[in-house]
Nanobody, 122 residues
Framework: VQLQASGGGVVKTGGSLRLSCTASSSRTFSSYVMSWFRQAPGKEREFVAGMIGTGAWTDYAYFVKDRFTIFRDNVQSTADLQMNSLKPEDAAVYYC???????????????WGQGTLVTVSS
């Protein structure tokens, strides 16, 4: 599975962005957990949000709960991350990932997108 992330950019504090991840394989997309991670300079990659294949269960990191929402469309093979009320500390490269289980570890995921940069100006 190849993943392509897009939608990053520069936004002011309090603004919104929607990231999108498109998968190359439509036949198996619904069998994968889709998640978003982020990595700020000098920091480890961290889990942001994830959703199981059916969309029936989601998980969010505490620092984005009630601000970010993950969506998926199994027909279009996409997984989006709607980010609202952005803060300077949300600035990072955001990665989408696909794997068999909804985990919060990098090692839980087999496939990764190339990353898209989010910059939040104060």
């Amino acid at each position: 599975v190849q993943l392509q992330a897009s939608g990053g950019g520069v936004v002011k504090t309090g603004g919104s962005l929607r990231l999108s991840c498109t998968a190359s394989s439509s036949r198996t997309f619904s069998s994968y957990v889709m998640s978003w991670f982020r990595q700020a300079p000098g920091k480890e990659r961290e889990f942001v949000a994830g959703m199981i294949g059916t969309g029936a269960w989601t998980d969010y990191a505490y620092f984005v709960k009630d601000r970010f929402t993950i969506f998926r469309d199994n027909v279009q093979s996409t997984a989006d991350l709607q980010m609202n009320s952005l803060k300077p500390e949300d600035a990072a490269v955001y990665y989408c990932a696909a794997g068999p289980v909804l985990g919060r570890s990098v090692s839980d995921y087999h496939y990764w997108g190339q990353g898209t940069l989010v910059t939040v100006s104060s």
